[in-house]
């Protein structure tokens, strides 16, 4: 059964720090997903990383997969309050695409 | 484009009531989920169907039902209400076949059970 860990659950930091955060999951997967969710909104997807070494940008976000590690970063630079959201990592079953398996989710807070 | 439409927004009801969840997509998606996001739980996959006329268990399926009559709805049922239900209830649909790609989401439907 596939699961997924991100860590860490809650992050709190300071305007212009860099940060990362990671996402693990437990079975053989080349797709991995992470999602944005503001306070009482839905999910919006940020990056799809389809392959092993798969990397992403959108502006102060960076994303990268290592599907021998089976582990997903989420790389935040300079951080602003914008930025201040719950982040979900998302992972194909393995065997198919059919089911997508979420991380709980980690929030974050960037403090002025 | 609408996306992904989930009517209602909002419900209350009262232990033992039944109602019905309506997803609708406009995308022409093959696949639709129904999750349900709880504090500290994430989202957790209740059903999900892979075609019109399909439908499949999820993670938590148990006290729900669903049904895929047409392509572009996915509809979710609660027979008999228990608190333990009350929660946001997300639809979400994508693409099918060798090209999944991520999933687009409703803005979600909460219900509270009383």
């Known amino acids: 059964e596939l699961k997924v860990e991100q860590n860490p659950l809650f992050l709190s930091m300071q305007e212009g720090k860099n940060y990362t955060i990671y996402c693990n999951y437990s079975t053989t997967s080349d797709r991995l997903y992470w999602y944005r969710q503001d306070p009482g909104k839905s999910l ?28 997903s970063t989420l790389h935040i630079t ?35 | 484009n609408a996306g992904v439409t989930q009517t209602p927004k909002f419900r209350v009801l009262k232990t033992g009531q039944s109602m019905t969840l309506l997803c609708a997509q ?13 504090p500290g739980m994430g989202l957790r996959l209740i059903h999900y169907s892979v075609g019109e006329g399909t439908t499949a268990k999820g993670e938590v399926p148990d ?19 228990a608190p333990s239900q009350t929660s946001v209830y997300f639809c979400a649909s994508r693409r099918g076949g060798m090209n999944t790609g991520e999933l687009f989401f409703g803005e979600g439907s909460r219900l509270t059970v009383l």
């Open chain 1, 44 to 71: 919006e997807s940020l990056f799809v990383l389809l392959s092993n070494g798969a990397v992403k940008q959108e502006g102060r976000l960076m994303a990268s997969l290592d599907t021998k590690a089976r582990l």
């Open chain 2, 63 to 81: 006290g729900y039902n669903v049904s895929r009559l047409k392509k572009q709805n996915f509809l979710l049922g609660l027979e008999s209400a």
């Open chain 1, 78 to 112: 300079a951080a602003v309050h914008d930025l201040s959201a719950t982040y979900f990592c998302a992972v194909d079953s393995q065997g198919g695409s059919e089911k997508l398996v979420f991380g709980k989710g980690m929030k974050l807070t960037v403090n002025p």
């Open chain 2, 26 to 38: 406009d995308m022409n998606h093959e696949y639709m989920y129904w999750y349900r996001q709880d």
